[in-house]
């Protein structure tokens, strides 16, 4: 990448492989520092490939691939350790109680116990609730722990693939705060999502993908 680039993405030509098909088909973004991107596009359009790619958690095949400074040709466990992905998947331990994957997420930055406490009593899952075991919650509350381990991480780069999903409307209204206030901290945030209404009055700035493309949305 240019060494006067500020870009905290810096995708050019991109094609990825994923599950033996090309999910992204020349892809090229350019996301800045505290910007809110949307990605918008139908399901198999390349939104979450495009995500699993800044991650980190998938190799280049051809283009050049900048996520936070580092080559996702052969720095990708670099990129890992200092962004955030929310996928489909919580990424949650189901036998540990709440408490305890979010504690082990934080042991991983050095995130405190008032770190950890905050970050449940924001997403509304601590006091009794934070003993109980993962695997018997319901998907909102699944999701609030999910992304209660993401804060701690203190991440760089926010990725979040239909962050809203499983929430209630106070939920939701929960999660925007969050990410807006960590935009205004410095941390970047890419979110693919259905809701193109809530999501519109979040991000700065709307992009389409579009058969493993990107286009720019006004």
């Not at 924001?122 to 018997?136: F, K, Q, T």
């Not at 925007?176 to 700065?204: F, K, M, P, W, Y």
Request: charged share 20%; proline share 2%; glycine share 10%.
């Amino acid at each position: 990448m240019d060494a006067l680039s500020t870009s905290i993405i810096d995708l050019r030509d991109v094609v990825a492989v994923y599950n033996g098909y090309p999910a992204l088909a020349g892809a090229s973004l350019s996301v800045e520092k505290g910007e809110i991107v949307l990605f918008q596009g139908p399901n198999g359009a390349g939104k979450s490939t495009l995500l699993r790619l800044c991650a980190g958690l998938l190799p280049v095949e051809r283009g050049t691939a900048f996520v936070l400074g580092c080559n996702v040709q052969d720095e990708r466990e670099r990129i890992r350790s200092r962004v955030g992905l929310l996928g489909h998947n919580n990424g949650l331990y189901a036998d540990l109680s709440i408490a305890d994957n979010i504690s082990f997420w934080a042991s991983m930055v050095g995130a405190s116990q008032i770190e950890i406490d905050a970050a449940m009593s924001r997403m509304g899952i601590d006091g009794s609730l934070a003993s109980r075991s993962v695997g018997n919650l319901s998907a909102g509350q699944k999701r609030r722990c999910a992304l209660a381990c993401l804060i701690v991480r203190r991440a760089e780069l926010w990725l979040l693939d239909e962050p809203h999903a499983g929430l209630d409307a106070k939920g939701r209204d929960e999660i925007d705060a969050i990410l807006r206030e960590a935009s205004q901290l410095g941390a970047t945030i890419v979110v693919a999502s259905h809701e193109i209404e809530r999501a519109q009055h979040l991000a700065t700035r709307n992009v389409a993908v579009v058969a493993g493309r990107v286009q720019e949305r006004s």
